[in-house]
Structure formats: structure tokens, C-alpha cells
């Protein structure tokens, strides 16, 4: 029986456990397998979720249905009997580094409604373009966690159960694929050739750091296929910062693949 990691921490009703309600929101079935996958933004989710709907058998024709996940977040989600009676189930962490960076580069120099958001709640009279990654940074570092947007929640925020059957990660995706095609989980289908909500196609290398560079000039480059490499981003405040906001997610990390797989050494 699996353990959940949240749900008896608070003296409360389960449906008021909002650390825990979070975690589930995010926990889906795949229902041939009787597997939990736990879902993190910016970690490959598109592609495992795109291949979930297909082996659940929802979606049929991936390159004329696959925006289908993005209206049915919540369709597959697992309650408490599906949760703590799963044979199987995978997470898929991601470098801290790389995602948050990913976070920006994606979500706020593409001007995504999102972002939109964030700077409104932000700041009055602020024109998005003037965002940079370091002023990015800083700003989430004085929310709290519960109130962050799920791009950049810690990751450790999306984990329902106490232990999975396996972690994963973003860095050695292929392995994942490979194993869960190998236990009959799931079979991958890259959402990228549909989605293009990746910024690798148009990141190119650059000797300068890009930190305090504004979304009006990082967007301009991306109209180019000229954005800033994810290592590009970081001076060292910017990494100072993220090691702090994501401590937790460097040492879980850390503990299943150590830091071979880094961006950076952390602290250096």
C-alpha cells in the first residue's frame, strides 16, 4: 500500500488539506496499468501527458488532437483508493537550474498570458518588457510557496506519496522512456514536434550572461532563434538565488542521481 506524504500532516478534513489537495491535483492514472504518474510543469509533462491520454485511449490522432491535454489537466486525476492502491509509480524531477530558467524563457519572453498575470499581481504600471530573469527571481523568492504558480513551485510540492516506484529525470529522459516502455507503463510519444513549447530549437550559444537582460530584447532574439543557452541566464546572484528558493529540490535531487547532472556545482 502506498504511503501519501502529505495527507496526515494537518489535523484538518482531507478536502482541506491544501498541501495535499495540490499534490493529487497533480497525480494521474493510467488506468492499464494501474500506475500513478505525478505531473510537474516545465518536467517533461506535455509528453507524458499526451502519453497518457493515448494510453488511456482518449486521444486517438495525436497530430489532430493533441491540445487535448491542455483543456483536461484535472481528467485523469486519482482519488484516494486509485492513489493507495496503485501497483506503480513514476515522478519526473528536473535540475532546479534548468527549470526555472526553462520557466522564464518560455513563459515570460513569449509575453504568455501567464506571465501577463504575474507582472499584474506584481506591480502597478510595469511594462512586462522591462522583466528580467534576475528581477524575475527575486519576486518569487518573496512569495511563498502555497502561492506560487505551479511552473515554479518547488518541486517538491507535487509529490503525493511518500516514495515512488521510480524517479526519474528530465536529464535522462531516454532511460525513463525506455524503462516505462520495458514494465508495459506507457509508451512515449514526444509532444515537442506538436506543442513547441520548448525553447532548445531556439537557444544558441553566447559568451555574455543574460540575467539583466529585458523580455523586450531576450524576445527579439527569440524571433531569430537567437535565445540565451539555459547557463547563459545565470550571474552569480541569479544562482545564489535559486539554490535558496529550491534547497529542497537541489537535495532530493541530489540524493537519487547526486550532481553530475547540475547546471552549475551548487555554491560555486
Not at 488511456?56 to 492502491?85: C, K, M, Y
Amino acid at each position: 500500500m502506498n504511503k501519501l506524504k502529505f495527507a496526515g500532516r494537518f489535523d484538518c478534513q482531507l478536502s482541506e488539506n491544501t498541501d495535499h489537495t495540490f499534490a493529487v491535483s497533480h497525480a494521474l492514472n493510467i488506468y492499464g496499468a494501474n500506475a500513478i504518474y505525478s505531473y510537474i510543469p516545465k518536467n517533461a509533462c506535455s509528453t507524458l501527458r499526451l502519453s497518457l491520454a493515448v494510453a488511456n485511449g482518449v486521444v486517438t490522432d495525436v497530430p489532430s488532437q493533441h491540445n487535448w491535454i491542455h483543456q483536461n489537466n484535472s481528467s485523469f486525476v486519482a482519488n484516494l483508493r486509485e492513489l493507495v492502491s496503485a501497483d506503480y509509480s513514476f515522478i519526473v524531477l528536473r535540475c532546479p537550474y534548468r527549470r526555472i530558467a526553462s520557466t522564464f524563457l518560455d513563459k515570460f519572453v513569449s509575453l504568455s498570458n501567464l506571465s501577463v498575470r504575474f507582472i499584474e499581481s506584481q506591480y502597478v504600471d510595469f511594462n512586462i518588457l522591462n522583466m528580467n530573469f534576475l528581477r524575475f527571481l527575486k519576486n518569487i523568492k518573496r512569495q511563498t510557496d502555497r502561492n506560487r504558480d505551479h511552473h515554479w513551485k518547488t518541486q517538491s510540492a507535487f509529490w503525493v506519496f511518500e516514495e515512488y516506484s521510480e524517479v526519474f529525470s528530465v536529464e535522462c529522459f531516454e532511460e525513463a522512456a525506455n524503462t516505462l516502455k520495458n514494465k508495459k507503463i506507457l509508451d512515449v510519444v514526444d509532444a515537442r514536434l506538436y506543442t513547441k513549447h520548448s525553447v532548445q530549437s531556439s537557444q544558441s550559444s553566447h559568451d555574455e550572461c543574460f540575467s539583466r537582460t529585458s523580455i523586450r530584447v531576450l524576445n527579439a532574439m527569440k524571433q531569430k532563434s537567437n535565445l540565451p543557452q539555459y547557463e547563459s541566464m545565470y550571474c552569480e546572484e541569479a544562482k545564489a538565488l535559486v539554490e535558496d528558493i529550491y534547497k529542497e529540490d537541489f537535495d532530493t535531487y541530489e540524493k537519487h542521481f547526486g550532481q553530475r547532472y547540475f547546471l552549475f556545482k551548487r555554491g560555486q
